[in-house]
């Protein structure tokens, strides 16, 4: 934080309290306190404006504590501004008066230019990603970026983001992206090459809650992965022009996003696309999940997601890759992968609406080993979880349409122990038997290995 300098250590209103020994507690809320100048020491490629903007709460302090926290607050804004690699703080006495306090922030601005090789963990799929990065570009926050990914799985992207951070209370991020990726999913038949823009507003408009505005403009290929593919994956072979508006709305209030312990989570996303090209859809996905801790370290965990897909009137339809699947270690375990769902000669062809459930109990290792070490990266797991996906046609009643997506749901359950990987990912391999299942399904009885970010 730096260091902190003080002229008196007592409030001179009151000459008793001075009479103090040496262990006496001096609360600093009776330390009155004014601060006359706020320097940054370090600038050199960002601007003044938004540095002011920033420290501005300095100057309203009345007491030495709040000089501290606000001092503290500043230091958090000026590191979330996206300029700067370290921040330091230095308070000292000024000589306009016995309360006056000078604030001095010693910054170090980010490396013009910065360069990194990662691996990434995603969707059951490990991948290395290189990319560049010019951070603070215009001096206000903005950061331009590279990247090319190659997944073990035959996937690949290339992807050029433009940041601007815009100023407000509500944390506004816009975002541009060009890409192309490519994409093969063997279950299912085919693979996928993209070539598109998206831009991105993001925004907080409440603590844990926020918000993605998206528009999408992506040209499509879809070709079969091999001759063997089913005629009604062949079928949806050829050039599509998908142009979306899209909305997140996330409310987080989980303690951990990995193995959290307590907390709710509230996730919505609804797309529209058919503003130009020959692709039109309404698209709704909803992931609800709840926490509960049953005693020290074993908590209950209950999650649901569903998802319905709606054609529009006219000429413009959907495809095989706007389709939802489902099956595979990140959600219904116990299928293979895509393995649950309408299929032909063997391809997974999805569905237009679907839903998942899961129940799971997380405890630590038997025994404890590796207590406040290694061991707390790892959990033990009990799960059941269940779900179902077709293209269903709906009725509007809803007893009815409830009794029809539920009456031939899948089931499975399990054991196994899960892995946190470095606070964004999980290993999971567990040990499924599934219960019930349908004609053309995949099961997969025994062990299974997932890796990625979002599991059921």
Partial sequence: MGAVHAREAFPSESPAQTQTGPDDQIPLDNIKAKVVSVSIDGLVRTKDDIVMDSVKDLFKVEHFEDLVLTAQDVRGKLQELGCFSTVGIHIDTSNTGTKD????????????????????????EGSLMTGVKFPNLLGRGERLQADYTYGTKKSSSFNISLLKPL?????SNLTGNI?????EYPTSGFKELDRGFLADLSFISAPSVVHNLQYEAVWRNISTVNRAAAFAVREHSGHTLKSSLKHILSVDRRDNPIFPTEGTLFKLSQEFAGLGGNIGFFKNELELQANLPIAEDISLQGSFTGGILKDLQGDKTFNISDHFFLGGPLNVRGFDSRGIGPSSDGNALGGSLY???GLHLYAPLPFRPGKGGLGDLFRSHMFVTAGNVGSFWLSGQMGRDLEQVTQDFRLSYGLGLALKLGGVARIELNYCVPVKASRGDKPAPGLQFGVGVNFL
């Fill in 355 to 357: 839903w998942a459930s």
């Fill in 167 to 171: 100023r407000g209370r509500m944390k």
């Fill in 101 to 124: 306090y000078t604030v001095t922030f010693q910054v170090q601005e980010l490396k013009k230019v910065t360069g990194s090789v990662n691996t990434m963990v995603g969707n059951n």
């Fill in 179 to 183: 890409y192309q990726s490519t994409g």
